[in-house]
């Protein structure tokens, strides 16, 4: 490994996550991965013999399979094979575009950040003059190229005056700033047959930028040096030797010009020739060309076309003089990043890309909830358990809802007075061509009370942020072309399959986590009521007809949905959609062929119309918009403001209007809603939906202790040493209703009787380690806990998903979690089990603690967030009785507790 290669590297802070702190585990440098790829053999990559990247969780047959060479009818056929393979490399642009920091650029050959050039894309468009060698490459900046109407061919057909791209690369090279080179297989130049569409070359810096003339058109040149020069290219034909760099000769000798007394190297083996043309400098305040008058003037007709370089100008070689800070192969967000204070892992770092470690694919987050390499020969995935995310005002940026409103002079807005609930309805009728109504939006503005119900918003996002959802990212232009490109957010449909430009996976209602269900019902009631003082409500047989589909949708931070309408000809006319987590913008816009423009009209070239409605949605807002001609004439956007956000939007799909009686028939039959829902009727009221009974609360002060770890297995010596402590810790600021991370330990000395150690790290998911001590000994691991419901006020139910070791017998809790800032959390008790109609198994009772000597801290029956005995195993039994046996038990204690 070259010195400067090794420096660099060793001081890399890693292209990793925003989010990052120091990284914990090593990071993975282009050097390491180099060092552990075998050398090509038929075609065949095989991956990194070692990574010891940490990963939090690791599809464990990643390793086993060898990921193939996909070779393409590209424009290399006939050269060689190359001698080694990319350690990083795509097949999407948008997959390079994503997991690249250094290539962020869709559309342009190069990626500037800072006025400096990052990234340098070498494909199709490979000029006479181009080179491409194991060590340099020459190639032309930037754009000015029209089609040539005679050759059909891009070409360069006028002067480039200016130049910011050369400019940034002048930049670039006087701050040595180091440019990782990428070759597409469309480049033609290349000494090897390129192994996928889009190949990461290597960290290069930029030893000259010049001005040319071809074809009498000036045109600007650049040459990149590869930094590291020790190793042999990987892109080098395999039957070239490699040539150790020498940094004395030759050298690309030149001469001052007498006109304009500038340096120019001379380059051309046509003879010297001055070459400054200086994109622009600042003279005196103001920006001047000072292109010397000789330039380009050879003083004899010399024919542009033809000029070749000089072989010294080829082969001089310039030690880079900078250090290489960032790797090739940047850090993926790892557990370290998550950890970081005020993390959620739905940062925009989140939703960017990996490159496989197994692999090197530049590979998008498709999925919701992991990476998975998009080699299909791969197989690795990678994933970061989110915490859970409170609903609370704190998890949206701060925004002015006032700045994110606008109603145009042309929509009136009225308020609607609902029979039922604390909602405060704003009605907007969107105007026609004609100024007639052609249809309504309805803002429900939520508030805390509402949120708050069981079954509530608050609910609804918590048991989102668990429920199996099968959200991804689907191509929204160009499926499985080069340049697919996938939405910016994730979604999957529930009920009759919704059929629009972006194609996705759609399940039957009666198949549907219970929240989607729920939010249905919340939605249907508010469909209903807007159809009902809608603008053709008194136009008979306009009936609401219930929703049949619900798209769900999940946003991470900057994630959002584009312009569209939901205009299908199978679509009912009203729309109704929930908001849930961080605030959103939500704007509409007259599509371009018509003749609606709101006041602050200024229609930009391509025809796009000022918004004409931009409404600001907050957690647990509905909007609804009634009426088909809105689709027909407007078109929409959403746009949140924070890290999380989940939309889930209801239609009704006319089965009438699918030809296809199999596809009908289908749809029907999604949209078939299970027994359960009608438990979940909503009528807007106070009271909707609350079957659970919310009993009094009290606040109990406990113990915190950091000594545990928040994840991971707890050994018995520190559930000895957190004997018996409670840790309530708050991951996320905000109100004191939020859940937050729990960590419980409790413990027993006595033969028979059971430690356990609860650590929750987000809603829904608990993570334990439990210790049986039969005959003194104690037997480590055998439950792996199970919750069903998630939602902070409900109980929840621990369950025992193994079988207990010999002589243990199956244990349940019910437990509540609300926790506060202030390491405190609410004591609540719950309802009999039959108010939890998701769980049959048993409940552990509230008895008093066992006879015979206890410890201190088992004195006293404990209620801690949760009831539960607190050291004896109870024994299987009819847990649903003694519930009601020791019901006015525990109203007494409840009573005591809070004061009564
Ligand atoms: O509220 C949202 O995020 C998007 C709703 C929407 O426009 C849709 O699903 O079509």
């Known amino acids: 490994m070259a010195d400067h290669v090794g420096q660099g590297l060793g001081s890399a802070k890693g292209y990793s996550s925003p989010l990052s702190s120091p990284p914990s585990s090593p990071t993975s440098t282009p050097e390491s991965l180099k060092q552990n790829l075998p050398e090509i053999e038929n075609n065949v990559t095989s991956p990194p013999a070692t990574n010891k990247r940490k990963r939090e969780s690791t599809s464990p047959k990643a390793t086993a399979k060898k990921p193939k060479t996909v070779y393409y009818g590209n424009k290399q056929e006939g050269k060689p094979m190359p001698h080694g393979q990319p350690v990083v490399w795509s097949d999407k642009r948008q997959g390079l575009c994503e997991a690249l920091p250094y290539y962020r650029a869709y559309q342009s050959g190069a990626y500037t950040h800072g006025g400096k050039v990052l990234g340098f894309m070498c494909d199709g468009e490979v000029g006479d003059r181009d080179v491409f060698e194991d060590q340099i490459m020459i190639a032309r900046v930037g754009g000015g190229k029209t089609i040539n109407e005679e050759t059909g061919q891009r070409e360069q057909t006028k002067s480039q005056d200016d130049c910011a791209l050369a400019i940034s690369f002048i930049e670039s090279q006087n701050t040595r700033q180091p440019i990782v080179v990428i070759a597409g297989q469309g480049n033609t130049g290349s000494p090897s047959k390129l192994p996928h569409y889009y190949n990461v070359l290597d960290h290069f810096h930029v030893t000259d930028v010049w001005c040319e003339k071809y074809n009498s058109v000036v045109r600007w040149m650049v040459r990149l040096e590869k930094i590291d020069l020790a190793h042999k290219s990987w892109w080098s034909a395999g039957t070239t030797s490699h040539s150790h760099p020498n940094f004395v000769s030759p050298k690309a000798l030149g001469q001052v010009c007498s006109i304009c007394k500038v340096h120019s190297k001379n380059i051309y083996k046509q003879g010297w020739v001055c070459l400054n043309a200086d994109p622009v400098k600042a003279v005196v305040g103001k920006h001047e060309k000072t292109t010397c008058p000789a330039f380009f003037d050879f003083g004899r007709d010399v024919d542009d076309k033809t000029l070749k370089f000089t072989e010294e100008f080829l ?144 609910d609804l996002f918590a048991e989102l942020q668990v429920a199996k959802l099968g959200l991804k990212r689907n191509p929204s232009k160009c499926r499985g072309a080069r340049n697919e490109v996938l939405t910016a957010h994730w979604a999957h449909n529930w009920g009759a399959p919704y059929k629009y430009s972006v194609r996705q996976e759609s399940t039957e209602f009666e198949k549907a986590p219970r929240v989607i269900i729920k939010a249905l019902k919340r939605l249907t009631w508010a469909g209903k009521q807007a159809v009902s003082t809608g603008f053709d409500k008194d136009d008979k047989g306009k009936e609401f007809q219930p929703f049949n589909e619900m798209l769900s949708v999940g946003y991470f931070e900057k994630g959002y949905m584009g312009y569209h309408d939901d205009g299908e000809a199978t679509l009912g006319p009203t729309v109704a959609s929930i908001s849930l987590g961080c605030s959103s913008t939500m704007k509409w816009r007259p599509k371009k062929k018509n003749s609606i423009v709101s006041e602050r009209e200024r229609i930009n070239q391509k025809g796009i119309k000022k918004d004409v409605l931009s409404i600001f949605l907050e957690h647990g807002d509905i909007m609804v918009m009634h009426g088909s001609r809105i689709q027909q004439l407007y078109e929409h956007t959403v746009i949140p403001h924070g890290k999380l956000r989940f939309a889930l939007t209801s ?36 009271t909707a939906g609350s079957k659970i009974q919310v009993l009094p609360r009290t606040k109990e ?51 028979g009787t059971m430690q356990t150690a609860h650590s929750f790290s987000q809603v829904g998911t608990m993570q334990t380690a439990s210790y049986f001590s039969q005959d003194g000994t104690t037997q480590p691991g055998y439950e792996q806990y199970q919750y069903s419901g998630n939602t902070p006020r409900l109980c929840y139910l621990a369950e025992a998903s193994a079988t207990p070791p010999p002589g243990c017998e199956h244990h349940g ?38 006879a015979g000597p206890l410890q201190p801290q088992f004195q006293q029956p404990q209620y801690y967030g949760y009831n539960y005995t607190p050291m004896m195993m109870a024994p299987a039994q009819n847990y649903a009785s003694m519930w009601e046996d020791g019901q006015d038990e525990r109203q007494e204690t409840l009573a005591r507790q809070s004061g009564q």
């Open 315 to 458: 082969l001089e070689r310039t030690r880079f003089p900078g250090h290489l800070t960032e790797p090739l192969v940047p850090q993926m967000p790892n557990a370290a990043d998550k950890d970081v204070i005020g993390a959620l892992a739905f940062e925009e770092s989140c939703r960017k890309g990996i490159v496989c470690t197994q692999c090197g694919c530049c590979s998008r987050r498709i999925h919701w909830e992991k990476w998975v390499c998009e080699n299909p020969l791969c197989g690795f995935t990678s994933a970061l358990t989110p915490r859970a995310v409170p609903a609370s005002p704190a998890i949206s940026e701060d925004e002015d809802p006032k700045d994110h409103t606008f109603v145009s002079k042309s929509i009136a807005s009225t308020t609607v007075d609902l029979c039922s609930g604390n909602w405060a309805v704003t009605k907007y009728d969107i105007p026609g061509e004609e100024g007639e109504i052609v249809g309504n939006v309805f803002h429900f503005k939520s508030n805390t009370t509402i949120n708050g119900q069981p079954n509530g918003p608050d």
């Open 701 to 751: 002060t406990h113990q915190h202790s950091d000594a545990w770890p928040t994840t991971g297995t707890v050994s018995s010596e520190d559930l000895q040493e957190t004997y018996f402590s409670v840790l309530a810790r708050m991951q996320t600021a905000g109100s004191p209703t939020q859940v937050g991370t729990m960590q419980t330990a409790q413990s027993s000395p006595q033969a």
């Open 813 to 850: 809790y019910l437990m509540n979690l609300p926790v506060t800032s202030s390491y405190e959390y609410t004591a609540t008790t719950y309802p009999p089990p039959s108010m939890y109609p998701t769980y049959n198994g048993p409940y552990a009772p509230v008895v008093a603690p066992p």
């Open 651 to 686: 239609r009704y799909i006319i089965p009438a209007t699918i030809s296809d009686p199999i596809g009908r028939r289908i749809a029907e039959t999604a949209a078939n809603l299970p027994d359960f829902s009608s438990e979940y009727e909503y009528d807007g009221s106070m």
